[in-house]
């Protein structure tokens, strides 16, 4: 796929800060799914570590979105063989079905928070939008082919995949640690994400994950979203774009994230 230009959906909406009030609604959509929740259960430490983590993401996304051609082949080769390593009983961090869902969350939590500010997109931006997407399956390894090819089909797979998902209790005791820190300077950062993505989350998978809820939490949340899509569009766009911003200062400053292990002579990166 060729990188999306400055007028592109995927750039234009990609970078808004609004989209992380979703972090955590994303997270959840991702370890519903069994074979995701056991894999960050044996292999992540996300939960004790969300803000690094959310780094890695960060960098994840904005360098595939906004990063040069050279640092994306950077990002995605460390991601790649970072996941090599995530297998075990009954999962496999690079089976296309776990690759095609983690990205298209990541490409739906995004629409959804720009959505809910900014108003739905048209039909064409949205196709746009979704085929430039696929940019985060291919990163992590999916074949493009496999990527719903419209709209149409996004929805059908959404649809499908949501009616799949079914809450264990590795999930559960992910999500007891992710908003329950143990550092004190973390908790109400944790909290009013824990409020939001509650508000996000349907019912069932809210419940099923014990996420306590009432409708003075459901009328806190409209109030949230009221008061966001009020004053956010109004803020100029390069603080808007901030995390963007920083996120690829500090990924430059730090010589690009991570850097695989190479064989000796070769230049790759190995598992």
Not at 42 to 54: C, E, G, I, Q, T
Not at 180 to 209: K, N
Request: aromatic letters at 8%; glycine letters at 8%; hydrophobic letters at 40%.
């Amino acid at each position: 796929m060729r990188r999306p230009s400055d007028a592109s959906p995927l750039r234009r909406s990609g970078g808004e800060a609004c989209a992380l009030g979703g972090a955590g609604y994303a997270v959840l959509l991702q370890i519903a799914h069994p074979s995701v929740a056991q894999g960050v259960h044996d292999h992540s430490d996300f939960a004790s570590r969300p803000f690094a983590r959310l780094t890695g993401t960060l960098y994840f996304v904005y360098g595939t979105i906004y990063g040069t051609e050279e640092e994306q082949r950077r990002l995605h080769a460390i991601v790649r063989a970072m996941h090599r390593k995530v297998t075990g009983p009954g999962y496999r961090a690079l089976d296309h079905d776990l690759l095609l869902w983690v990205a298209a969350t990541l490409a739906h939590s995004s629409a959804r928070l720009n959505a809910m500010v900014f108003g739905e997109p048209g039909a064409e931006e949205r196709a746009v939008f979704l085929r430039e997407a696929s940019v985060f399956a291919t990163a992590l390894g999916l074949p493009e082919e496999e990527w719903p090819a419209s709209p149409e089909e996004f929805d059908a797979y959404w649809e499908r995949s949501m009616r799949g998902l079914r809450v264990g209790e590795e999930a559960r005791r992910i999500v007891r640690e992710l908003f329950h820190p143990a550092s004190l300077p973390l908790r109400p950062l944790m909290r009013a994400q824990l409020l939001l993505t509650g508000g996000l989350l349907p019912p069932d998978l809210r419940e099923q994950f014990g996420i306590p809820w009432s409708d003075a939490r459901q009328r806190r949340f409209d109030r949230v979203v009221r008061v966001t899509r009020a004053v956010y569009p109004k803020v100029p766009r390069p603080v808007r774009f901030l995390p963007v911003t920083l996120s690829l200062w500090s990924m430059r400053r730090n010589g690009g994230w991570l850097k695989p292990r190479r064989t000796r002579g070769s230049g790759r990166p190995v598992s």
